[in-house]
């Protein structure tokens, strides 16, 4: 009778189409509401408590290492082969543009410039948030599914801590290192279409991004690297602890983690840009 009340309540506990999210500063899996404010409100606490024991690197420097291996492995060849066409796409568009203009040296400058500023970050955190993220999201909710999570709080171990914690700072730091790749892929798929097609001189195609960079957008570009790449883990970690407790739940939360990650990465960069440039009017020739 006892063992028919317990699998009762569990069974009560798991339903409702897995709502809700980890919640409380203990680490224990509580199961909450699920309005937009209220996911918000679980979104932060994941954050704050992924946050609270990073001092404690000895607990979670070598999931660390293996999700950052594990995440540059995935992303380094894609983000390659997403850059080089993308920097000549750009180089042709732009340079098309300027070339009826009389205006073909400032080709390069634009490329790189919008590289910089832009594609970069935002490459690398779709790029997270879809190889990475979904891998993230379907590793955490196959545990949350085999009641992994559940063993971890039995025998005292944070599960926020041991999961969450590594995976947000890998994240955060693969998407900055996966920045300075994309904009040398994407300079050079420039470089080939401004230079080899176009015919314009190397010294020219360099010479308008050195003019109009400035040390303010490399720092702002890879700031909004480490939060795109933090905001990829958090939803990952999130919709795979929330996950229904089946197969068919894992994936439409590998699903809904891609997508509101996305969403949010574009808001965040309109933020961030439009501060930056209220505070750092872009430079001119």
């Not at 409100?41 to 291996?69: H, I, K, P, Y």
């Not at 003019?211 to 303010?216: A, D, E, F, G, K």
């Amino acid at each position: 009778m006892a063992d028919a009340t317990q699998g009762a309540t569990r069974g009560t506990s798991r339903g409702a189409g897995g709502a809700g999210v980890i919640g409380g500063i203990g680490g224990r899996l509580v199961r909450t509401g699920t309005t937009a404010l209220g996911r918000i409100g679980d979104m932060s606490v994941l954050a704050l408590e992924g946050f609270r024991r990073t001092w404690a690197v000895n607990s979670w420097f070598w999931e660390f290492v293996e999700q950052c291996w594990f995440l540059a492995r995935v992303t380094s060849l894609p983000v390659l082969l997403v850059s080089l066409p993308l920097g000549a796409t750009v180089a042709l568009q732009v340079g098309d543009l300027a070339w009826q203009l009389g205006a073909s040296s400032a080709t390069g400058g634009a490329v790189v410039v919008g590289l910089v500023r832009e594609v970069a970050p935002m490459a690398s955190a779709l790029l997270i948030a879809g190889a990475g993220g979904s891998a993230m999201t379907s590793d955490i909710g196959a545990r949350n599914i085999r009641d992994e999570l559940a063993a971890m709080e039995v025998m005292a171990v944070n599960p926020i801590h041991r999961l969450v914690t590594p995976r947000l700072w890998a994240a955060s730091t693969v998407a900055v290192l996966l920045v300075p790749l994309v904009i040398v892929a994407g300079a050079a798929g420039g470089y080939f279409f401004n230079v080899i097609v176009q015919g314009v001189t190397p010294g020219a195609y360099f010479d308008g991004a050195t003019s109009l960079l400035v040390t303010s957008d490399l720092l702002v570009t890879l700031l909004k690297a480490w939060i795109f790449g933090f905001i990829a883990a958090i939803m990952s970690c999130h919709y795979g602890m929330t996950c229904q407790t089946s197969p068919v739940g894992v994936g439409r939360a590998v699903n809904r983690s891609t997508v509101t990650t996305f969403l949010l990465v574009f808001a965040v960069n309109y933020v961030i840009t439009m501060i930056y440039f209220l505070a750092y009017p872009p430079r001119t020739l």
